[in-house]
């Protein structure tokens, strides 16, 4: 019905332009009056029509009642105006006399086709507007025959035969669209019963996950604090036969606390709950503390974080822990995909009341065909990456969800073989006056 609703209320101009032009063309070669009196009538149809196209479009409920009553309302609808039109076309070929007809048949057939075309929807609704043009279709001609009682050579039986032919056209039309909505129909339903499976077991997923990565966080809490007891010396110095051992379960342990936090935050993300603390952040000094936690790690690959000392605060609205974590991502990835011995440099500037913040290594670079798979989840653009450096592919994901979350974006540029830079832009705080920085905060 639905569908109904929306090609009727698409066709209205069509519709219109169509009636407007025959009943002109009528109204100039044949009866003023009664061509007036008729547009008159199809206005009324259409408006009829109009008003009950827009109540089911707006129907939202599953009310059978109203279902009821919208397909009786489409009925008296299609009864008025299918009248209508069969009705001009007879009162034309009675203003004709008892001729050819190429005139009010031609309006009929065409009438008929445009509903084989557009009306099969709703398969009864079909049927009655058809019955009714080609009953006018066939009255016509008959009526002649009878009131003339020509012989069979007469162009009146040739007229009366024309008709039977294109009567058989306009069913085989009517019942090919029919076959053809009715399959697509099934495609669409085929395709929604797809649509939900594929949700459900997408939701079921999302449930495991969250499920299993909560489950496995609180355990792995009292491996890593066991192991950082026994690491600072508390209980007494690991022997050195253990020292191996101690370090591959810390470093592990590690690495499974940081895939369980990214997973979490995945959930967060996806189901719309990542929540910010948004507090006037000063990014200058939030990116040197960061760089400063971050040379560590940057030390096992060999590559130094040089940050360019800015010249002044550049104060932004943000979760500071949230985008400490975006950086960490663009740091530990520079240094990971820097080559031994690399530097990777930091800098902050302004623009347009945006700051960005720009992290700039001279590593492998990224392929610019590869450029998608940086921000896609569990993906990397190598798939060496993870054997050669290790990650889980959704630390740019997640970061990409975080700067999207604070109306910032996140970017990159890169050239294969020459390096990446990675920035984050945020909207400036203007309501804080930043103050220049004295030459003191080096940070190398
Ligand atoms: P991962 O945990 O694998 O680092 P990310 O989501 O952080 O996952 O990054 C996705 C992929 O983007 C990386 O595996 C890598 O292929 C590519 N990538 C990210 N940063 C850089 C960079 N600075 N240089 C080269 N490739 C990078």
């Known amino acids: 019905m639905r569908d109904y609703a929306v090609v009727g209320r698409q066709l209205f101009l069509q519709r ?82 008892h001729t050819m007809h190429f005139w009010a048949l031609f309006m009929l057939f065409s009438a008929a086709i445009f509903a084989a075309i557009n009306n099969h929807q709703i398969l009864s609704v079909l049927v009655l507007r058809l019955s009714i043009y080609i009953a006018a279709l066939l009255f016509i001609p008959i009526r ?19 008709v039977l032919f294109v009567l058989s056209f306009i069913l085989e039309c009517s019942r090919s669209f029919l076959v053809g909505y009715v399959k697509n129909l099934r495609y669409i339903n085929a395709l929604v019963a797809e649509h939900e499976k594929t949700k459900a077991a ?32 508390a209980l007494g110095t690991v022997p050195p036969k253990m020292q191996h051992l101690f370090n591959m379960a810390s470093s592990n342990s590690e690495s499974l606390a940081n895939l369980v936090n990214d997973l979490l935050d995945l959930q967060r993300a996806e189901t719309g709950k990542l929540e910010l603390h948004i507090e006037p952040i000063e990014l200058g000094a939030v990116a040197a503390a960061t ?26 609205n943000a979760d500071r822990h949230r985008i400490e974590q975006v950086l960490v991502n663009m740091l530990s990835n520079a240094a990971k995909f820097s080559e031994t011995g690399g530097r990777v440099e930091i800098s902050l500037g302004a623009h347009d009341d945006q700051i960005s913040l720009a992290v700039k290594d001279y590593g492998i670079g990224i392929p610019k065909d ?75």
């Not at 109203?66 to 203003?95: D, E, N």
């Not at 002649?144 to 024309?162: G, I, K």
């Not at 993906?379 to 700067?403: A, C, F, P």
Request: proline content about 4%; glycine content about 6%.
């Open 144 to 162: 002649d025959l009878v009131a003339t009682n020509p012989p069979l050579s007469s162009p009146l039986w040739l007229q009366f035969f024309t």
């Open 370 to 444: 590869a450029s998608e798979k940086v921000f896609e989840q569990f993906s990397q653009v190598n798939s060496s990456d993870i054997r050669r450096h290790g990650g889980t592919g959704l630390g740019m994901n997640i970061s990409r969800h975080i700067m999207q979350a604070h109306g910032g974006e996140i970017d990159f540029e890169s050239v294969e073989g020459v390096g990446s830079t990675f920035y984050v832009t945020l909207a400036e705080d203007k309501t804080i006056r930043p103050q220049p920085i004295p030459d003191m905060r080096k940070s190398a």
């Open 16 to 97: 219109i332009i169509i009636y407007s032009a025959a009943i002109l063309l009528a109204g100039y070669y044949y009866d003023t009056s009664t061509a007036l009196f008729f547009y008159a009538m199809v206005w009324l149809g259409e408006a009829f029509d109009g008003y009950v196209f827009n109540q089911i479009l707006r129907w939202r409920d599953r009310d059978w009642a109203k279902a009821r009553h919208f397909v009786l309302m489409i009925y008296i609808g299609t009864l008025f105006s299918a009248t209508v039109i069969a009705s001009f076309s007879i009162s034309l070929a009675a203003q004709q006399g």
């Open 202 to 233: 997408y939701n079921a997923k999302q449930e495991f996950l969250a499920t299993v990565s909560h489950e496995l966080r609180t355990p792995l809490t009292a491996i890593k604090g066991a192991l950082q007891l026994i690491g600072s010396g």
């Open 291 to 316: 760089v400063d936690r971050t040379r560590p790690y940057a030390a096992r690959f060999d590559v130094t974080l040089h940050m360019e000392q800015p010249k002044r605060e550049y104060w932004v």
